[in-house]
C-alpha cells in the first residue's frame, strides 16, 4: 500500500518537479557535491543533536606545532614593524628570507615532503597570530598553505609532480600562486573564458600532447614574486563532435619563466604590502605533464577547486577575521583604560563600555564557531557549507570590530603613523570581504544555495530521483519530506525537546538553540514550497535564510567551547555569544516572514515564531557587567585574545608596554592620573606614587599611547 501511495505521488509530482527544478549543469553539480556535512546539516533539519556536536574532540597542538607557535611564529613577529612595511609596500628581505628558511610556505605539506605537516588549527593559529602584527605578512604565509597548489598536488597530483614540487615548495625555493579569477569572471568563476585548445607538438624528437592556452587572470595574491603558477582554463578539443569539446576546467602548473606567460605589474589592494598582481598568456603550451594529477585529471579542475575551497575557506581569512576582532577587542579595551575625559576612563562611559561587550560577546562566538570546525577539519571532515558560514561571518565580524574601535579611538583611529593602533587593519578589512567569493553572493548561493541541497534531509534524493526519471523514489522522498515539515511545525509551536546533552551550564540556551533550529527547518521548506527555484532568484530571501543557519550555526559552537575550554570563568560571555547569535537569527527570521511573497505563508510564519520565548537584546545590565570584567580581568581579556602577538615597534606596542606598567601600579595609577591632570608634569605625578621610578614609566609609556604622529609640511604642495 505505501509503495504503492509512493508510486502514485511520485507519477503526479515528476512533472512539476521537473520544471521547477532546472538541471544541474557539470560546474553547478561540483560546487554542489564539495564536501561533507556536518552539524550543520541537524540544525537546517530542526533536529540538533548536542552530543554529537560534543562528540568533536580539539586535537591538542603536537610538540613541534607547540614549539613553532612560541618560537618561529613569536620569532618573526618580533621582527615586523607594521608601519614601516606599509610604508615600503613590502617585508624586508631578512623577514622573506626567514619564512623560507623556517618553512612558514610548508605548514600544510607532509614531513616526508620536507614540509611541516602541521593540523588544521595549528596552521590557522599561525595565521591568526601573525595577522594580529602585519596582515600583508600573514597573507603572504596563507597563500601557499590554503589558495596555492600544495593541497591540490597533495590530493590529485602525480607521484613525479609531488616528488618534484612538494620539496621545493616546503622550503620556500619554489613560491606558488593560483590564477582563477579574470577580469570577466571574479564570484562567478566557473565562468571563465581562458581557453586551451588540446594540441600535439614535436618537443625535442617526440611527439607531444597538451593545451594552447590564452589566458588573463587578475588579483593573484603573490603573482609578482612566484616562481610557480597554477592555472585554471577551460580544456577544448576541437577533434570532438560538437557539443562534445568542452572538456571541462582544468588546472595545471607552470613554471616562471614560460614562454607566453607574463607576470603583470602589481595590483595595490587598498595600498596594502602583501604581493598581489595580473598574469597573462598568449599561445602558452601547457603539456599533460603538468596538467594537476596528469592527463586523467583533464576536467576535474572544478571539483579539485571546490574541494579544496571547502576546507580553505574555514582556515586562512577566517583566521584573518579572528585577528582583527581580537586586536580590535584588546585595543579599545586597553585604551578605554589609559584614555581619560571628564576624569573617567572612557571605557566606563555607558555608551562606550557598551560597545566593548558586544565585541566581546561576537569574538567569543565567532571564535568558538572556528575552533569547532578547524577541529572538525582534523577529524577528516570538508565541512563546505560551514566553511562558508566561516568566511562570511568571521570577515564581516572582523570589519565591525574594527569600525568599532576606530569609533572608540576617535582622532587617535584617524591619524595615520608608527603609533596607530588599527588603521591599516581598518584599510585591510574590506579585502576579506571581497576575496574567495564575495560575501554578498556567498551569504545567498553557497551557504544557503548549497545548504539547502546538502544539509536539507530530502532534496537532494528529490533531485536525484527526478534527475534518474524515478517516480518511486521520488515519491518515497515526497511523502518522507511531507512528515518532516508537519514534525517542524508542530515542534515549532508546541516545542522542541533537547536531543543529546549540551554543557549543564548551558542547558536552557541549548532548549533555545533546538527551538529556533525547528522553527528555520520550518521556515526554509515554506519558502522553498511557496517559491520553488524562483528561490534561487529572490536574494534577499535566500541571504536571510544562509544568515539565520549561520547566526545557528555560530552559537551551537559556543556550547562545544565552554565543554571543550573548560574555561568556567568565560560562562558570561558564552552566554551572551549564543544570546546575541539567537537573537540576530529570530530577528532576521522575523524579517524573512513579513517579505514573504503570499499572506497566508506570512500568517503560518508568524504562528510558527510566537511560541519562542526569552529569546532578546542583551541587557544593558549584561553588557556592562561584561564590560566590567573586561576591565577588571586582564586574564579574561587574554583569553578571549590569545593569539596577540609582540611587534618589533609600534603603537601596539606601546599600549602592551603601559597595561603592563598599569597592572604593576594597580590602583596608583587612577590617583596618578588626577594628579597629573593638575600638575601637568609627568615627574611631578610620579613622585606622589608609592614607586616613583616606575609610576614615571607608567606616564611616559601612557603618554606615547594617546599621542598622535605629525609629518613635516612641505609648503611647495600645498
Not at 441 to 455: K, M, N, P, S, W
Not at 646 to 651: D, F, I, S, T
Amino acid at each position: 500500500m505505501i509503495a504503492w501511495l509512493a508510486s502514485a505521488i511520485g507519477r503526479a509530482a515528476m512533472r512539476p518537479f521537473a520544471k521547477a527544478l532546472p538541471p544541474l549543469g557539470d560546474t553547478e553539480r561540483a560546487a554542489l557535491e564539495a564536501g561533507t556535512v556536518g552539524f550543520e546539516g541537524q540544525l537546517f533539519a530542526g533536529r540538533p543533536d548536542f552530543s554529537a556536536l560534543l562528540k568533536v574532540k580539539p586535537l591538542p597542538f603536537t610538540p613541534a606545532e607547540q614549539s613553532f607557535l612560541d618560537n618561529e611564529v613569536r620569532e618573526l613577529c618580533s621582527m615586523l614593524d607594521d608601519h614601516a612595511i606599509d610604508q615600503a609596500g613590502d617585508m624586508p628581505p631578512e623577514v622573506w628570507r626567514f619564512l623560507r628558511e623556517k618553512r612558514f610556505f610548508g605548514m600544510i605539506i607532509p614531513p616526508e615532503y620536507g614540509g611541516l605537516g602541521f593540523g588544521h588549527l595549528a596552521h590557522a593559529t599561525v595565521v591568526t597570530r601573525i595577522a594580529t602584527v602585519n596582515v600583508a605578512a600573514a597573507v603572504t604565509v596563507m597563500v601557499p598553505n590554503s589558495l596555492g597548489p600544495a593541497e591540490l598536488l597533495l590530493r590529485y597530483g602525480t607521484l613525479a609532480q609531488k616528488q618534484h614540487y612538494l620539496p621545493r615548495l616546503a622550503d620556500g625555493r619554489e613560491l606558488p600562486c593560483f590564477g582563477l579569477t579574470a577580469p570577466s569572471a571574479g564570484s562567478d568563476a566557473a565562468s571563465i573564458p581562458d581557453r586551451g585548445t588540446l594540441v600535439e607538438r614535436d618537443i625535442n624528437g617526440q611527439k607531444v600532447r597538451g593545451f594552447v592556452v590564452n589566458f588573463d587572470k587578475r588579483y593573484i595574491t603573490l603573482a609578482p614574486v612566484a616562481t610557480v603558477v597554477g592555472l585554471a582554463f577551460h580544456a577544448y578539443d576541437n577533434t570532438l563532435p560538437e557539443g562534445q569539446r568542452d572538456l571541462g576546467i582544468t588546472c595545471a602548473l607552470l613554471p616562471v619563466p614560460t614562454g607566453g606567460m607574463e607576470i603583470g605589474r602589481r595590483h595595490l589592494p587598498m595600498g596594502s604590502a602583501f604581493m598581489n598582481g595580473p598574469i597573462h598568456g598568449r599561445e602558452v603550451f601547457v603539456p599533460m605533464d603538468s596538467i594537476i594529477g596528469g592527463e586523467k585529471q583533464v576536467g576535474q579542475g572544478w571539483r579539485m577547486l571546490m574541494e579544496c575551497l571547502a576546507a580553505g575557506r574555514a582556515i586562512s581569512l577566517p583566521a584573518l577575521g579572528s585577528a582583527m576582532q581580537q586586536g580590535a577587542l584588546f585595543v579599545v579595551n586597553g585604551y578605554g583604560q589609559i584614555r581619560e575625559q571628564f576624569g573617567l576612563p572612557i571605557a566606563r562611559f555607558h555608551a562606550i563600555a557598551g560597545i566593548i561587550a558586544e565585541m566581546s560577546a561576537e569574538l567569543y562566538a565567532t571564535d568558538a564557531a572556528r575552533h569547532y570546525t578547524a577541529a572538525a577539519l582534523d577529524e577528516g571532515q570538508q565541512p563546505s557549507v560551514a566553511s562558508a558560514i566561516l568566511k562570511v561571518h568571521l570577515t564581516e565580524a572582523g570589519r565591525r570590530a574594527v569600525n568599532h574601535g576606530m569609533d572608540i579611538l576617535g582622532g587617535k583611529g584617524i591619524i595615520a603613523g608608527p603609533s596607530n593602533l588599527l588603521g591599516i587593519g581598518y584599510r585591510h578589512a574590506p579585502i576579506a570581504i571581497t576575496v574567495e567569493g564575495a560575501n554578498l553572493l556567498t551569504r545567498a548561493l553557497i551557504i544557503f544555495g548549497q545548504g539547502a541541497v546538502r544539509c536539507h534531509p530530502h532534496v537532494l534524493d528529490e533531485m536525484k530521483a527526478i534527475e534518474a526519471k524515478d517516480e518511486q523514489a521520488l515519491g518515497q522522498a515526497l511523502w518522507l519530506h511531507v512528515r518532516h515539515v508537519v514534525r517542524n511545525l508542530r515542534r515549532s509551536v508546541f516545542g522542541a525537546s533537547l536531543i543529546g546533552l549540551p554543557p549543564a551550564d548551558l542547558k536552557m540556551e541549548a532548549q533555545l538553540i533546538a527551538r529556533l533550529s525547528t522553527q528555520y527547518g520550518f521556515t526554509a521548506d515554506l519558502a522553498m514550497g511557496l517559491l520553488g527555484g524562483q528561490l534561487k532568484r529572490l536574494e534577499l530571501l535566500s541571504a536571510r535564510l544562509g544568515d539565520v543557519l549561520a547566526h545557528l550555526y555560530i552559537a551551537s559552537a559556543c556550547l562545544w567551547r565552554y565543554q571543550a575550554d573548560g574555561h568556567p570563568d568565560l560562562l558570561p560571555f558564552a552566554q551572551a555569544g549564543i544570546r546575541q547569535q539567537l537573537n540576530r537569527a529570530h530577528s532576521i527570521l522575523q524579517d524573512l516572514h513579513a517579505n514573504l511573497p503570499s499572506a497566508p505563508a506570512r500568517w503560518l510564519g508568524g504562528v510558527s515564531l510566537r511560541a519562542t520565548g526569552g529569546l532578546h537584546p542583551l541587557r544593558d545590565v549584561q553588557l556592562l557587567a561584561l564590560a566590567e570584567l573586561l576591565r577588571t580581568r586582564r586574564d579574561l581579556v587574554d583569553k578571549l585574545c590569545p593569539d596577540l602577538s609582540l611587534p618589533k615597534q609600534g603603537g601596539q606596542f606601546d599600549l602592551v608596554e603601559a597595561l603592563s606598567l598599569s597592572a604593576q601600579l594597580g590602583e596608583d595609577t587612577s590617583a596618578l592620573n588626577k594628579v597629573l591632570r593638575h600638575s601637568q608634569s609627568m615627574e611631578t605625578a610620579s613622585q606622589s606614587a608609592t614607586n616613583p621610578a616606575l609610576a614615571l614609566r607608567y606616564l611616559q609609556a601612557a603618554d606615547r599611547v594617546i599621542q598622535v604622529d605629525d609629518v613635516a609640511h612641505n609648503p611647495e604642495t600645498a
